[in-house]
């Protein structure tokens, strides 16, 4: 692993990791290396290959369109509307077990969303291998430093559902950006790939989606949830706790399309 690589200064893009982030070492060991060897391989390469450009990438959202199974999945963004931010979200889904009942049901959920436009604009792949990766590192961590561990990027907005159990977006929480927000209604949901990366208790990613507004603000009108890492509830209910709400870890990234 090139580890040391990471201390390299990258001018943009917030490709550089803060101080010392924590590990859940705890966690299955050889699938969270592998996670973050990976995206850190990829980050020295991708460090290296901007030593050679005589300009900082350019974080140019008008010609990064969604990925192909995303797109062969999902409907397409609505005409006339312009991808305008791209987040990662870290956080938790919540799910409960009804008493008699035979499978969790969701109870809501709750994320930090951290800007990623520039990371998806000039890398892609990157980008989900962060995802990936950022399952490995205490969730707190990043509430703490409001910096997505092991990378810098900032906070953008929070995610979280609405008393109606509606998902909510609020992309105005950053001193630095206001986007508006938007209450979404699910228009279309895509079991995640065979080969998306499974969360912290082996758990499968959640489903991709796009969500359409119910209410919104800053022109904000769809919302994808693709690149899904874990998230998903058990199977079933047996022995899992009765009537009390439990979190299962996740990141996903969140791309808001609005009216231009
Ligand atoms: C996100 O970060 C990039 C730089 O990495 C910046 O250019 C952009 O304004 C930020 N905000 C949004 C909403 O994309
Ligand atoms: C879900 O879990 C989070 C902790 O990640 C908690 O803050 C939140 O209140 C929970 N409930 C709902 C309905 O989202
Ligand atoms: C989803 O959006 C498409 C248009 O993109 C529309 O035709 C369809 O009725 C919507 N489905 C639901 C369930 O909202």
Redesign the pocket.
Known sequence: MRFSLVASTLATCAWAAPPFPRINVLDTIPNNIRAISDYFNLLATKVQESKKLAAPPACDLSQVSLPEYARSSL??P?PGLVLKHIAIGRGTQNYTCDPGAEKPRQTGAVATLFNASCTVATSPELASLLGHAALQFPLHQSLETQRLAPSNLAVSGVHFFTKDGAPWFDLDVSPLWKMGGIVG????SAQAPETAAKGLGGEPAVPWL?L?AKESTGGLQEVYRIETVGGSAPQTCSGMPIGREFQVEYATQYWFYAKP
């Open positions: 409907p397409p609505s209604a699910k228009n279309t796009k359409v």
